[in-house]
Every structure is written in C-alpha cells, then in structure tokens.
C-alpha cells in the first residue's frame, strides 16, 4: 500500500474527496500526512474530523521556501511517503522537494492547461469569454502549473454563467476526477 500526503491551503474539499475515497476503497493507498501552509485553513480541522496528522505551517517563519520545504521533507521521510498530491495547495513546489519525489508529485488545477494557469484560473475562463474550461491532474515541475499533462476533463461554459456555478461544475469534476487518477497512479506509476 502506497503511502500519501496531501499538500492543502484553503477549503480542503479535493483533501476530503480523496479521505473518501480511501474510506470507501475506491482508492487504495494511506494518506498518512496533510501538509497545510495556513494553520487556519478549514481542511486542517477536516484533517482533525479524520483524526489524521498535520504539519502546518506558516512561511514567515521560515528564512527561505528551502528552509521550510527541508522541514516538510523530514516530515515526508517520517512518514515513509510514496506520493505528494497538492490539492489546492497555493505555493510554487521548490528544488529541494522536487529532487527528493522526482515524478511523483501531481496538482489539480481548475482549467485545462497550459490554458488558464495560475491563480483563480474560473475566473480567468469567464474574463476570456471561453466557451469551455475544465479540470487538469498534471505532474509537477519547477513552473506554474506547467508540467506533463496525465488527465483532463472538460466541462462547457452555459452563457450567463456566474463564477459561482462555474466553480461548483469544476469542483464536482474534480472530486470524481483526482481520487480515479491517484488511484490509477499508485497502482501503476509509483
Ligand atoms: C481546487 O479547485 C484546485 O483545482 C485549485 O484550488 C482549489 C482548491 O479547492 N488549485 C489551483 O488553482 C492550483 N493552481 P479545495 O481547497 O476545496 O480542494
């Protein structure tokens, strides 16, 4: 059984997608680990509400992201873990994590890429007037939501749709999405 941490800032609801999954079998691996840049953030009390352990963490404690990530990576070999999933997780990854899980981390990102990368990537769909947007799982490099693509689902933008509507049709997709391809993941690539 593969060994997961999750990598979350905000809400949390592709963590906890993937919590069920692994509750419900659909996924068969341990998510042993969030990692969480703001302590305050919900999905560490859904980490809390799955008696899972977190490290969280706030950047500005920290001289350098190499400083902060050299912790992580203590944490990460604690817990003997195979994968990194960043869900929602809003920070560049830097060297010292990507040399240490080469090819084996992978994002979520609400568009499909190399359209939209970035922050708030919805609203970026509504602003360019696309007709269509979607979901990408890609593995992580040293850019900004650029690395090779391994899954995308695309989703149509109704006319007065509102940033609101659009962002719950993404997040369905997402959480039927990511927990399908992790799961393809740890029983054949990691
Ligand atoms: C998700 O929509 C994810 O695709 C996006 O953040 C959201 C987190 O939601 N990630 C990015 O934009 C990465 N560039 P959640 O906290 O409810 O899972």
Known sequence: MKNIAVFASGSGSNFQALVNAVETNELQA????????????YVVERAANHSMDVFAFSAKDYPSKAAYEM?????LKDYEIDLIILAGYMRLIGDTLLQAFP????????????????????????????KETGVTVHYVDEGMDTGPIIAQE????????????????IQRIEHGLYPKVVQTLVLTKI
């Open 30 to 41: 341990s998510i042993k680990l969030l990692v969480c840049d703001k302590p305050k953030a």
């Open 71 to 75: 912790e992580i990576l203590q944490k």
């Open 103 to 130: 090819g084996r981390i992978v994002n979520i990102h609400p568009s499909l890429l190399p359209n939209f990368p970035g922050k708030d990537a919805v609203g970026q769909a509504l602003s360019a007037g696309a």
């Open 154 to 169: 695309s989703v149509g933008i109704a006319a007065g749709e509102t940033n609101e509507s659009l962002q719950a049709k």
